[in-house]
């Protein structure tokens, strides 16, 4: 299903427009608090597209006042959405940015002369320095964050359909950015709550899908695995306070995951 387009352009033509110069894709849903500062700091970029699911809060009437290219995509799923997005875009080069991170100047001029000099590698992972409860977070696996290639030719990236966490498949050269974007993951701990909920229902489905069992004994060790690795073995006690809550989102996140997953198999047996 191709995108319905809510700007001006239509897809089509979108489409078989591929040019020199670099698109920006943003991915929202209900990001009226974050997704301002996110265009402002790509606005240098040749092309910005804002893919939308729905937005119910006004994210789509703030887009449109930094890009008339805003298309609303129905979610389907991480992996489906982030293709549709990238198949969307006009340009030779996508730098993939979320709602609640902001390309630093650092990391916008390191990206522009990757895209002037048209390589060398066709994709590039970028460190990302989170902040959590006003603290830069140095620890916890946030830093460097590499989470999945933000900077790519078009056509280098593909990503798996996977509901969340989405795997990708890499056509060329991998490289890495030197220069941090920013991101603030979280605005309060009702957030953070909020996320653990969603994430572990489609981690939980997505695990289903791929025709997994667990018992609620394994939930609890993976969760509990999972608390002792962020705080102990990736040093999330050196972060202080707000290390140690996300080292109890990890464990929950994990903990449901696997306990949602053993309650939908129970369900399907009745």
Request: aromatic share 12%; proline share 3%; hydrophobic share 35%.
């Amino acid at each position: 299903m191709k995108p319905d387009e809510i700007g001006d352009a239509g897809f089509e033509e979108r489409e078989k427009d591929s040019t020199t110069g670099i698109s920006v894709y943003i991915l929202t849903y209900n990001e009226a608090d974050k997704i301002e500062d996110a265009l402002k700091s790509v606005a240098w970029a040749d092309d910005i597209l804002v893919a939308d699911s729905d937005s119910t809060d006004g994210t789509v009437e703030i887009a449109r006042r930094y890009t008339d290219r805003v298309v609303n995509i129905p979610f389907e799923g991480f992996g489906k959405l982030r293709n549709d997005s990238v198949a969307a875009t006009t340009r030779n080069w996508i730098f993939s940015l979320d709602a609640d991170e902001r390309c630093s100047p650092a990391a916008r001029d390191e990206i522009l002369s990757i895209v002037a000099a048209d390589g060398p590698a066709d994709a590039y992972y970028v460190p990302r320095r989170n902040t959590f409860m006003g603290r830069k977070i140095k620890h916890c696996g946030w830093y460097p964050d590499y989470r999945q290639p933000q900077l790519f030719r078009k056509g280098a990236v593909i990503y798996h359909d996977d509901q969340v966490h989405e795997g990708y498949t890499v056509n060329g050269n991998v490289g890495h950015l030197k220069n941090a974007i920013e991101q603030i993951p979280f605005k309060d701990l009702s957030q953070i709550i909020s996320k653990m909920q969603n994430y572990s229902s489609l981690g939980a489905r997505k695990n289903r899908e791929a025709g997994k069992k667990t018992s609620m004994v394994e939930a609890l060790f993976r969760g509990g695995w999972a608390f002792f690795r962020t705080y102990i073995l990736k040093g999330g006690f050196l972060d202080g306070w707000p290390g140690l809550v996300i080292s109890f989102y990890n464990m929950e996140y994990t903990f449901y995951k696997y306990a949602k997953l053993r309650e939908m198999i129970r369900t399907e047996a009745k």
